[in-house]
């Protein structure tokens, strides 16, 4: 299973941008996805997840600003991110579960003041 992230970049406070994710190698539906992310000197946190069934949890910090959706394509996952803060700043990886975990290789997104 390989999951491939798109959509980083840099972007002005205040502004937006929309992580994609896609899953290959698996015809299976995942349990879940998720979106993760790194900061420099810092451990990896949840941001959103999204289960098969619909429901969706978030970090307390992006609530009201973030929204994860799954896409029509079995196995894709968007990120849609308004608002954006210098605190934002890291990479962003794509999560995605059943049965075993599996990690994309993250995609960076640099929030400028």
């Known amino acids: 299973v390989q999951l491939v992230e798109s959509g980083g970049g840099l972007v002005q406070t205040g502004g937006s941008l929309i992580l994609s994710c896609a899953a290959s190698?698996?015809?299976?539906?995942?349990?879940?996805m998720a979106w993760y992310r790194q900061a420099p000197e810092k451990q990896r946190e949840l941001v959103a997840v999204i289960t098969s069934g619909g429901s969706t949890n978030y970090a307390d910090s992006v609530k009201g600003r973030f929204t994860i959706s799954r896409g029509d394509a079995k196995n894709t996952v968007y990120l849609h991110m308004n608002s954006l803060k210098s605190e934002d700043t890291a990479v962003y990886y794509c999560?995605?579960?059943?049965?075993?975990?599996?990690w994309g290789r993250g995609t960076q997104v640099t929030v400028s003041s």
């Open positions: 190698g698996t015809t299976l539906t995942f349990n879940s």
């Open positions: 999560h995605a579960q059943r049965n075993l975990n599996h």
